[in-house]
Structure formats: C-alpha cells, structure tokens
C-alpha cells in the first residue's frame, strides 16, 4: 500500500506566473483534501473532494486558487499570478474513512 | 469555527525522559489526530483517537471528549522522537469527512 505521492517536491518560481501542483492519492481512498502550511503555523485546510466531487472550496484563499479531481483519482491545484504570499508547504492528504494520511508537500518558493 | 490550543509550544528535555503534550479544543469532534512532522515536512500519523485510550509502543494518547481535550504521552525518549507534534481535529459540521483545525504545535527537542 503506497503512500500519498505529490509533484514536484520543490518548486521555484517568479512572481506572476502560474504554478500546477499534482496529488496522487492512496488507492481506494475517495477523499482527498488539499491544505497550505506557512513556517511556524500548523496546516490550513483549503478544499476537499469525495469521489470527483468538489464538496468544500469556500476556504480556497482567493479566485487565484483552484482544485481538480476530473476523474477521481489524482488531483491538481493550481495558483495564478503567484504571490510572494503563496510561498508555503502544499500538503495533500486522503482518506477512505475519517482518518487523514498525508503526503510529502510540495514546498513553493516565490521570487 | 472549532478552536485548538496546544501546550507547550516549545519542549526541551534529554534522552530518556518522558513528556505529556495536551490539546484543548473548543467543540464537539468526530476526529482527533495526533501527527509528528519530521524535520523534512512529511507528516506523521501516531493515533487516530477521538475518544478512550490507545498505546504504540512508547507513545500513548488519551482524549477526554466530554471534557474537550487530549494528551499525547512520549516515555524513555529518543533523539529520533524530535520534531513537531501536532493535533487536528474536525467537527461533525462537514458531515463527518470535513478538513481537519490544526493546532499550532509543540516543538519537541530531545538532547542526546
């Protein structure tokens, strides 16, 4: 049973341009959640899917922030206009039941 | 929204020595989670505990839900045992699968 996958694992770019980051899912887990750690802070829960379902997204940070899952296995997030604020930890985690199992994070660095 | 404290935010202690984190959270919950982040970001699950008791080895966890807090126990404890411990919970709001509230953390330090 492999774990939560996530790519890239590091990413660096210049403010302005859009970033798209991928979430691979432990098999047969439908829930899917996305979150976005700052230094110092604990995760911050941002949207979550069930199946294909988009069920929550009101706590997306602003319009530049979106989320898919078209077929309901992996999932992408996607930031436009990247901020210098955006820079953080992008966590994804899954889950079958209640219990959340995370991944690795994808650390984006905004210049 | 629900509200998690966590105490210490900062913990120093040296090999050997056993430690209680607690996390106080402000309403009802359907999950308690009890993660350790290692010092590469990856989080870590310990327990899945909304309520009672369960152990692992060296590391235990209660949650008292009637009186809204949970207490993570590390015993005999190792280098290894360093990093950041962080509970989250999620309240039945979200229809029992919502996005967990994190607490802020206990920074742990085991000094060899």
């Known amino acids: 049973d492999t774990g939560v996958s996530q790519n890239p694992r590091h990413k660096i770019t210049k403010r302005g341009q859009n970033v798209t980051f991928r979430c691979d899912p432990i098999?047969?887990?439908?829930?899917l959640y996305w979150y976005r750690q700052t230094l110092g802070q604990g995760p911050e829960f941002l949207t979550y899917?069930?199946?294909?379902?988009?069920?929550?997204k009101s706590r997306l940070l602003s319009d530049r922030f979106s989320a898919e899952r078209p077929k309901g296995s992996f999932s992408t997030l996607e930031i436009q206009r990247t901020e210098q604020g955006d820079s953080a930890m992008y966590l994804c985690?899954?889950?079958?039941?209640?219990?959340?199992?995370f991944g690795p994070g994808t650390r984006l660095t905004v210049t | 929204g629900i509200q998690v404290e966590q105490s210490p935010p900062d913990l120093i202690l040296q090999e050997g020595a056993n430690s209680t984190l607690r996390c106080n959270f402000s309403d009802s919950v359907n999950n308690l989670q009890w993660f350790h982040q290692n010092p590469w970001g990856q989080l870590i699950n310990l327990f899945y505990?909304?309520?009672g008791t369960k152990q692992n080895g060296r590391l235990s966890a209660t949650t008292v839900a009637t009186e809204r807090y949970s207490l993570l126990y590390i015993s005999s404890s190792q280098t290894t045992d360093s990093g950041v411990y962080f509970c989250?919970?999620?309240?039945?709001?979200?229809?029992?699968?919502?996005?967990?509230?994190f607490g802020k953390g206990t920074h742990l330090i085991i000094q060899p």
């Open positions: 985690a899954s889950s079958r039941g209640v219990e959340q199992y």
């Open positions: 098999s047969e887990h439908n829930r």
């Open positions: 989250a919970v999620s309240d039945f709001s979200g229809g029992g699968a919502d996005g967990l509230t």
């Open positions: 505990i909304p309520s």
């Open positions: 899917f069930q199946n294909e379902a988009q069920l929550e």
